[in-house]
C-alpha cells in the first residue's frame, strides 16, 4: 500500500536595494532584491517548508537559523539539496511539487522555465513534477505595494519502501 504526505509552505521577504533578486536559483535582473539571511530565494524557501511540514519536521528556520552564521549568504539550492536528503533518508520522496509566486514586478513569467529547470535539476526530479507559477497581488498588501515578494509551495511525497 502507497503511503503519501503532504506538506505546504510559504515564505515572505522585504524587497530592498543593494541586494540580487533570486527565485528559485536563478538570478533575475531587478533594482531590487531580497533581503534575508541568506540569499532570500522565498521560492526555494517556501518549497523546503513544504517538505519539511509533510514529515512534521519544523521549518527552516530549525535547521538554518538566521542566528548562525554558517548560513550567512547561503545559496538556498544548497540548502533544498540538505532537505531533500534530509527527507530521502526518512524513506520519502518527492511525487510533485506545485508553487506559486506573488510579485507586482519585475514580470516573471520570462524566468518560469528556467526556476523550473534548476529546481528540478536540483532536486533530482524530471521538470513535469515542478510546477511553478508567478502571479501579481493586483496592487494589494506588501507584494502589490512592492515592499516584499512571497511564495507558496505545496508537495506530495511518497514512501520508498
Request: aromatic share 4%.
Amino acid at each position: 500500500m502507497l503511503q503519501f504526505r503532504i506538506g505546504n509552505g510559504y515564505d515572505i521577504h522585504c524587497l530592498a536595494s543593494g541586494r540580487p533578486l533570486i527565485l528559485g536559483g536563478i538570478f533575475i535582473d531587478h533594482e531590487l532584491g531580497l533581503l534575508g539571511h541568506s540569499d532570500a530565494d522565498v521560492l526555494t524557501h517556501a518549497i523546503m517548508d513544504a517538505m519539511l511540514g509533510a514529515l512534521s519536521l519544523g521549518d527552516i528556520g530549525h535547521y538554518f537559523p538566521p542566528t548562525d552564521d554558517r548560513w550567512k549568504g547561503a545559496n538556498s539550492l544548497k540548502l533544498l539539496e540538505q532537505v531533500n536528503h534530509l527527507i530521502q533518508d526518512r524513506g520519502w520522496q518527492i511525487n510533485n511539487i506545485d508553487s506559486v509566486i506573488v510579485a507586482e514586478r519585475p514580470k516573471l513569467k520570462p524566468h518560469i522555465g528556467a526556476m523550473r529547470d534548476r529546481l528540478s535539476s536540483t532536486l533530482n526530479l524530471d521538470p513535469n513534477q515542478m510546477g511553478v507559477k508567478a502571479t501579481t497581488n493586483e496592487k494589494l498588501g506588501p507584494e502589490g505595494r512592492e515592499e516584499g515578494i512571497s511564495a507558496y509551495a505545496v508537495v506530495l511525497l511518497s514512501a520508498t519502501v
